[in-house]
């Protein structure tokens, strides 16, 4: 546990503030970072230090960077099983489509997860969040989505809710039972559509177990007549809404996302220039998932013209089974400046501020400036630009949610 409520000797303070253009992430060289009660109460110069914190009992940062804890705000923590048989279907040339077409994919994983215990799927996903703080990430979103049924659903977003209460990153969960069309429906998807939008959509809402819902819009999953009917009933029960789009093919999902006022649109490897000028317009932050694009061999999501026009972009790491089996957010931030063309300085505050509000989160987590959340992590580095330039296995040797160190290495 960090013993007193002040850092100085900081090295390199990234606050990534969310004022000004994507790659503004607001650095401060000699910096010092003070908290109470959990909440930031000053970041900035160590010259500028009031004289009030100085008094307090300080520990030296022996010159070490800071950043705010990162945020995943794309992930689907909790499922049964892996699909390490489809990574090699793909390498020998089989595409996500033709996986999904003959029984793999997405259904796969549903039959794993229906399978699973409760306890089974808690205890696993307990464990990648651990791991997950030792990368110095302190806010993750969860997307059930591989139960598809009624009690599958809930036993997934409940597995969220302990989750939430028992460790210490904090967690915003979101309902995708538009995942795909479970196969038991997959002749009466409209009776499918009807059980979201008349039993889940209501029960999830009434019992308090999601934040968000979100649409998985494509040929092999849901139209956007669906997806809008889906997304609004969500809305109206108060769950905001959060998109799969445009990914595999442009199927209208970023205009969608931008006419529902979602808080974003994911994926986007196939936006339309219309697409992206909607967006622009509705403030939708753009969440982009190098780590799917690599792993299926998709063009990348066009960040460059996404940043031109306006739209914020974030970036995540999409952890699932099929299009992408790791959490490891600094090799996504590494793969969005090679694939993407984002500078470090873009990728990291596309993993802080952006990737807070596109969760809903901003007013609390995703900058360092007084008021918020004393979420930071301590990475043994000089600068952002050297921490995604030469990947190490872990460069983070402290993380600290809340003014509490949950991990040090
Ligand atoms: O975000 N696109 C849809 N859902 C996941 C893939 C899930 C899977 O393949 O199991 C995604 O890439
Ligand atoms: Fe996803």
Redesign the pocket.
Known sequence: MLAVPLLTNIGYLATCRAPGAQGDIHPVREAALAWEGGRITWAGPARDLPAALRALPAEDAGGLAVFPGLVDCHT?LAFGGWRADEFEQRIQGATYLEIAARGG??VS?VRQTRQATEAQLEARARGWLAAMRELGVTTVECKSGYGLDRDTELRLLRVYRRLAASQPCRLVSTYLGA?VVPAEYRERRADYVRLIIDDMIPLVAREGLADCCDA?V?QSAFSIEEARAILRAGLDAGLRSKL?AD?LSDGGGALLAAELGALSAD?LEHVSDAGIAAMARAGVVAVS?PL?TMYLNQPPMPARRLIEAGVAVAVAT?F?????PSFHLPFALTLACTLQRMTPAEALKGATIYAARAVGRDAEVGSLEAGKFADFALFDVPDVTQWLYQLQANACVRTVIGGETVWRS
Do not use: K, R, V
Request: aromatic share 6%; no cysteine; charged share 10%.
């Open positions: 689907h994919g997405i994983t995942h998985f494509e799969h990914q994926h998932l799917a999409d699932n089974p099929g299009s992408a």
